[in-house]
């Protein structure tokens, strides 16, 4: 169980004249997130088959969230059909395996098949925690990802597996068309052996973990040139507002899935003759944890930020 230090400041915002819309006055310090790390979800894939109850194996972007349309299974322009008999699991791990293999859904043909998960239910504020292994080779994009109700994507991770020790990780806001990205190279491969990968969000920042260690930070509030801002507690002053940051009211589904490459795929290409199939992106787990709230001296006010 993480510790977060507690800072319970009362804090003010205000924001500034019509004419900076995205302009915010912190008059009082901003708070650090208080309270410990507490599991609040997870699926450790110890049964032998995936639970049904936390996942389906499809996008849900029909009206009755079934898989009735070519998108669900397609993902649009790539180079797999996602397929129920594609996810298996197996002493504690859950397999999703893509196969050099031709398929059709619904009018649609691709030249691979492959698997993915996608939660039932979506998280909030708190810490999204996997521990997978990733397949090596050209034409490989896993993604380790959450898909928003009103504006969000937020990537944890997606991987030009040509290239093992790159890791992509992206925030995009859907309804205003802008994201914001950043690409790191790690001193290991993502295919050698299982990793960690985590993100945290709260109210004021989004960060990104690769085995603990911290690999990027996004700010709701920018400073000075409108950088990120990393003290906590923010001081008092003026601010921009980082406009793809996701909304107060936001929730997330966790999906994770191995993509195959096509010549418009972000980060890879088509699988060449050196591509080995069938191969797996292999998860130990997925687990989410929230923080405990504290409770605020006498005298010490709480005003959520909107």
Not at 18 to 29: F, G, H, K, N, Y
Not at 104 to 111: A, F, K, S, V
Request: hydrophobic share 35%; net charge negative; proline share 6%.
């Amino acid at each position: 169980m993480l510790k977060i230090n507690h800072c319970l400041i009362m804090l003010i915002v205000l924001p500034l004249a019509a004419s900076a819309q995205t302009d915010t006055l912190i008059v009082r310090p901003l708070p650090c997130p208080d309270g410990e790390w507490v599991l609040s979800f997870s699926d450790e894939f110890d049964g032998s088959s995936l639970d049904a109850k936390k996942w389906i194996t499809w996008y849900p972007y029909t009206s009755d969230g079934g898989d009735g349309c070519a998108f669900c299974r397609t993902h649009g322009d790539e180079g797999q059909v996602f397929l129920d008999e594609n996810v298996s699991v197996e002493n504690g791990i859950l397999y999703l395996t893509a196969k050099r293999e031709e398929a059709e859904w619904m009018g649609e043909y691709r030249p691979h098949t492959s698997g993915m998960i996608h939660s039932r239910h979506p998280f909030g504020y708190g810490r999204y925690e996997i521990r997978c292994r990733m397949p090596e080779g050209m034409g490989f994009w896993p993604a380790l990802w959450t898909f928003g109700q009103l504006s969000a994507e937020v990537d944890i991770v997606e991987g030009e597996m040509e290239k093992p020790d790159r890791l992509h990780t992206s925030i995009h806001n859907w309804q205003i068309g802008k994201m914001l990205h950043k690409g790191h190279r790690l001193k290991q491969k993502m295919s050698g052996d299982f990793n960690v990968y985590a993100m945290e969000w709260d109210t004021n920042q989004i960060s990104f973990w690769f085995n603990d260690q911290k690999v990027w930070q996004v700010s709701r509030f920018k400073g000075g040139l409108f950088k990120n801002t990393k003290r906590c507690p923010l001081r008092p002053g003026k601010y921009r507002l980082e406009q793809v940051f996701p909304h107060v009211n936001e929730k997330l589904y966790f999906i994770a899935g191995l993509g195959v490459g096509n010549d418009s795929t972000p980060f890879t290409g088509r699988p060449d003759a050196e591509t080995v199939f069938p191969a797996s992106m292999e998860i130990d787990w997925f687990r989410f944890y929230e923080r405990t709230p504290s409770e605020a001296p006498s005298g010490i006010q709480r005003i959520r930020i909107r």
